[in-house]
């Protein structure tokens, strides 16, 4: 049974700093491919960064890019957000997602994904 658990997320002002993690068990970690998704409340869950298991060639949302930044740590079986220079539109429920396909790219499709975290709220004040 693989588990993804989210951590990191709290109430920040505009301009701050957050570092999401989400830990993997239950599954070899460096064969995973992961996401980081987000929903708003009313809005659709969508893709804001994602990293192959090779860490090669990360993917950002338009949106995020050179703000937030994606890695992973196989030793320690987790994968982080770096998120900086937030604005009030992050604020959302973030979830982490691993997809067990080996694809040679970050995946993009939420239909891809195999296993969810339960997520971890991040809000922005203004």
């Known amino acids: 049974q693989v588990q993804l658990v989210e951590s990191g997320g709290g109430l920040v002002q505009a301009g701050g700093s957050l570092r999401l993690s989400c830990s993997v068990s239950g599954r070899t970690f460096s064969s995973l491919n992961m996401g980081w998704f987000r929903q708003a409340p009313g809005k659709e869950r969508e893709l804001v960064s994602a990293?192959?298991?090779?860490?090669?060639?990360?993917y950002y949302l338009d949106s995020v890019k050179g703000r937030f930044t994606i890695s992973r740590d196989n030793a320690k079986n987790t994968v982080y957000l770096q998120m900086n220079s937030l604005k009030p539109e992050d604020t959302a429920a973030y979830y982490c997602?691993?997809?067990?396909?080996?694809?040679?790219?970050?995946?993009?499709?939420?239909?891809?994904?195999?296993?969810w975290g339960q997520g971890t709220q991040v809000t922005v004040s203004s």
């Open positions: 997602a691993a997809d067990q396909s080996m694809a040679p790219g970050a995946v993009r499709q939420p239909s891809r994904y195999d296993y």
């Open positions: 990293i192959s298991w090779t860490g090669a060639h990360p």
